[in-house]
């Protein structure tokens, strides 16, 4: 497509351009039945003229030369007379972006919804085409109307989507124009988008807005679904199947996997504890096991669900533990303090795991009302700022918050995305993933105190005489499933505990989240001078910092400082800490 034809940067001056101003509007799916006869029509239109009162009225608007305009208008000149094509001044100016000439034109009696060109187009038709969303509001701001169809048969809306215009059309929709409108045949902007536009958007973000997904058009009575269908547009299938699936199919499928999981566990320690001293069999056993377990979870799950693997594996993990500390551990430590200790330990984690999973996180909330009139304001304001404004959620972000393309949805100082609890840690449960992880840590703490408590009672071994090779081939050949909840434990011990202290370092003596600390790691490594991750307004000291995060006055020693981070977007929370960071 032909680009924009700016301004010669000469204000008496005419400039020759490689390509010209845009020709009478078209789209890019009729580039071609245009494009000749237009590029030969853009290069007539461009001869080096180095005086700009040579200019014609068509030539001066479509380089924006204000003051050859004014004086050829102010000559007698009606801006409302088409050329020879039937394209009006006021769509020349709005194809190239001249808005000062569009505000002139419209006070001396332009019509805004003019119809021209080989399109029968309006000017705002126009401006969207090219995706000039300050033009597209000043024409609003004047009285355009959008709802208007083209010779093609698409309003404004349908020219946004057809065009991949996201601002536009999140602009119109928020001015009052609807989701569902219909072209002339009667597709809605949803269904054009999965139909004609190949990949996860327009779609995905006009399914924001909250569009009819069953509704269908008037000829082939395709709802939107089977137009992506038709379309082979595979992204869309899986947005539009998204947007309509059920909770209640997700938590099955949850539920499945989590079946998966103990089952494969169980058969995994089946396989090693078999009564057979061939170790090559019980190798091409785990193989195969470990082949159709791999193919399993993409045909009852899907793909988008495996993200949840580690969780279920992790309860799968806890229940086989719990299993053999029941079975296995319990004849020798029932009734002493070590039993009841580990029993209150897997219920505090099972806790603390519901706790971390099931609360919100601080997933940032707004009504469609806020949502549009965030849209209108930032866009009229020309102070779209990516760091405060999240395009994905339409909304203003809180401090500290950080869309989670998993979750597709901005959380409150943002920790990170757990995959050990399928879930986000954020403002509202970072405290009980805490939790989450100590009590995990305790309950593999004892699990790998009563496998040695085993050994010793259930196994013949002579670690002091013979060492420890030995040993290990001892307690190989007296309980292998034994030794493989023990490297279980040992496995979920360590990234648990690494995690814990990690979180408890950066809380106490930071002050930050995982995610602020990662962002000014990686700020420092391209400053010149290294940046201090204790010197930022959020560390209050290793005492404030823990009462502030777990709200706890310690008896009336500290004072805890509430802020409500989903909603908190500039803030002086502390009298020690007068500014903000802005930059994490």
Not at 178 to 200: E, F, R, W, Y
Not at 236 to 247: F, I, R, T
Not at 362 to 388: M, P, Q, V, W, Y
Not at 461 to 476: A, P, R, S
Request: aromatic content about 14%; charged content about 15%.
């Amino acid at each position: 497509m032909l680009g924009d034809m700016e301004g010669p940067g000469l204000g008496s001056q005419c400039r020759n351009h490689s390509h010209g101003p845009h020709p009478p509007g078209f789209g890019r799916h009729d580039i071609c039945a245009h494009e000749n006869k237009e590029l030969a029509k853009a290069r007539d239109l461009l001869p080096l003229i180095e005086d700009s009162s040579n200019c014609d009225i068509v030539k001066a608007t479509q380089y924006g030369i204000f003051e050859r305009c004014k004086e050829l208008v102010e000559a007698g000149y009606d801006v409302r007379q088409p050329d020879k094509e039937n394209v009006s001044l006021l769509h020349w100016a709005a194809i190239n972006n001249r808005l000062d000439l569009v505000k002139f034109y419209i006070s001396k009696g332009a019509v805004v919804d003019q119809l021209g060109g080989d399109l029968n187009s309006t000017p705002l038709h126009w401006a969207i085409r090219q995706g000039h969303l300050p033009m597209v509001i000043l024409l609003l701001q004047h009285g355009a109307d959008p709802s208007l169809i083209d010779g093609e048969g698409f309003s404004s809306i349908h020219l946004a989507v057809l065009f991949q215009h996201m601002p536009i059309i999140a602009y119109l929709i928020s001015k009052g124009q609807s989701v569902n409108m219909t072209d002339v045949n009667g597709q809605t902007p949803l269904m054009l988008s999965a139909h004609k536009v190949i990949g996860p958007e327009p779609t995905g973000f006009l399914l924001k807005f909250n569009p009819s997904l069953n509704v269908v058009d008037k000829i082939h009575q395709n709802t939107p679904l089977h137009w992506a269908v038709t379309a082979g547009n595979v992204n869309a299938v899986d947005k539009l199947l998204e947007a309509g699936s059920s909770l209640d199919v997700r938590n099955v499928k949850l539920f499945l996997l989590l079946m998966l999981s103990v089952s494969t566990m169980w058969a995994v320690g089946y396989i090693l504890d078999f009564n057979s001293d061939s170790w090559l069999l019980k190798g091409c056993l785990l193989v195969t096991l470990f082949f159709l377990t791999s193919l399993f979870p993409r045909f009852l799950v899907g793909y988008k669900n495996l993200i949840y693997v580690p969780a279920v594996f992790l309860l799968g993990s806890i229940f086989w533990i719990f299993m053999t500390w029941f079975v296995l551990f319990f004849p020798d430590i029932a009734g002493t303090p070590f039993y009841f200790a580990f029993i209150f330990s897997i219920i505090a984690f099972l806790y603390f795991f519901y706790k971390t999973w099931a609360t919100d996180p601080g997933f940032t909330k707004a009504s469609e009302e806020e949502r549009k009139a965030n849209i209108i304001s930032l866009a009229e304001t020309g102070c779209l700022d990516f760091r405060t404004f999240c395009t994905s959620c339409l909304i203003r972000k809180p401090l500290r918050s950080l869309h989670c393309h998993v979750c597709n949805s901005c959380v409150a100082r943002y920790d990170q995305h757990c995959l050990w609890t399928g879930r986000c840690i954020g403002f509202g449960n970072h405290h009980y993933y805490i939790f989450f992880l100590f009590f995990l840590s305790v309950v593999c703490d004892w699990i790998i105190y009563g496998s040695f408590i085993y050994w010793s009672n259930h196994c013949a071994t002579t670690f002091k005489e013979d060492g420890l090779w030995t040993y290990l081939n001892q307690i190989v050949a007296c309980s292998p499933w034994v030794l493989y909840i023990f490297m279980v434990a040992v496995f979920h011990f360590s990234w648990s505990t690494f995690l814990l202290i990690n979180q408890l370092f950066q809380i106490a003596f930071l002050g930050l989240t995982s995610h602020e600390r990662i962002s000014l790691l990686k700020q420092s490594r391209h400053m010149k001078q290294t940046l201090s991750l204790r010197k930022t307004p959020y560390n209050l000291g290793f005492t404030q910092n823990l009462a502030d995060f777990f709200q706890c006055g310690c008896f009336g020693l500290v004072k805890p400082c509430v802020v409500d981070w989903t909603s908190q977007y500039t803030m002086v929370f502390h009298p020690a800490k007068e500014k903000v960071l802005r930059s994490v």
